[in-house]
């Protein structure tokens, strides 16, 4: 008696996903380990160029992407250019927003205009498109959101005010979309990265005092890669994640356990 089998676990055949600000790091990342589990992946970033070379490296891979060049700040852009994508892709089954920007300032001469600027990109622009796309979700009955946080959400950080405040904003977003997605069969959770060696840290990487410093707070003495937060991406995209929502899943070697 042969035993018919169903699809591989964690296989995201036949769905379409979309990563904001996914032309290198995080994003990028997480864009190609969508794609490897069988997904189409539409990437994201501001250059047409930068995403281009992301498409091509990736497409080199054997892996189907679709190139977005948009500015993901602009909310009317955004929406226009997704609504574009779903005609002529189909709907979108997984959205992970994590367009991002940082500014690094003392709270005490930390410009309002920086703060606004921040918070704009990292929590409202995500928030207006998430929500755009959730409602095509809600038709089709099924979605999964991802929201990129941060541990600097969970634990305070000097000079980084506006970032804190927006991913903690992101961790919020994603238990208060769950409670009112979750009848729709929508699952909505955020990552909360720990220190990356990605570019966006490049600066932090090259100080000697802070690795000191982090590594003395981090259990596994050392930096988290984009792989690792990818990973976790994967299985929150995935079918079998069905249970798992509003959840801040911290991906950072231990550093917000250990005192």
């Known amino acids: 008696m042969s035993i018919s089998k169903g699809p591989a676990r964690f296989s995201l055949d036949g769905q379409l996903a979309l990563v904001t600000g996914s032309s290198r790091g995080i994003g990028l990342a997480s864009a190609r380990a969508l794609a490897e589990q069988g997904a189409r992946v539409i990437i994201n ?22 190139e977005a060049p948009f500015d993901a700040a602009d909310i009317h852009q955004s929406i226009a ?17 994590n367009a991002a920007m940082q500014h690094r300032e003392s709270l005490l001469t930390f410009p309002q205009e920086k703060f606004e600027e921040v918070l704009w990109l990292n929590l409202t ?14 038709q089709q009955q099924y979605g999964r959101v991802i929201v990129t946080g941060s541990v600097t959400g969970l634990q305070g950080r000097k000079d980084i005010s506006a970032y804190t ?23 909505v959770n955020a990552v909360a990265p720990g220190y990356i060696a990605t570019e966006f840290n490049d600066a932090l990487q090259n ?41 801040t899943l911290a991906v950072d070697g231990g550093f917000t356990i250990a005192l």
């Open 207 to 247: 100080d000697e005092q802070f690795n000191q410093w982090l590594f003395d707070r981090v259990p596994q003495q050392k930096w988290g890669s984009p792989d690792d937060i990818a990973n976790a991406v994967c299985y929150l995209a995935s079918r079998e994640a069905s249970f798992v929502t509003g959840q």
């Open 45 to 66: 970033g501001r250059s047409a160029q930068t995403v281009s070379q992301a498409a091509h490296t990736l497409r080199q891979a054997g892996l189907q992407i679709i």
């Open 165 to 187: 405040v927006a991913k903690a904003g992101l961790h919020a977003l994603a238990r208060q979309w769950a409670v009112e997605l979750s009848p729709h069969h929508i699952t």
């Open 125 to 138: 622009a995500q928030w207006a498109l998430g929500r755009h796309l959730a409602t095509q979700m809600v």
């Open 81 to 97: 250019t997704v609504d574009r994508l779903i005609q002529e892709h189909g709907p979108i089954q997984i959205f992970m927003a």
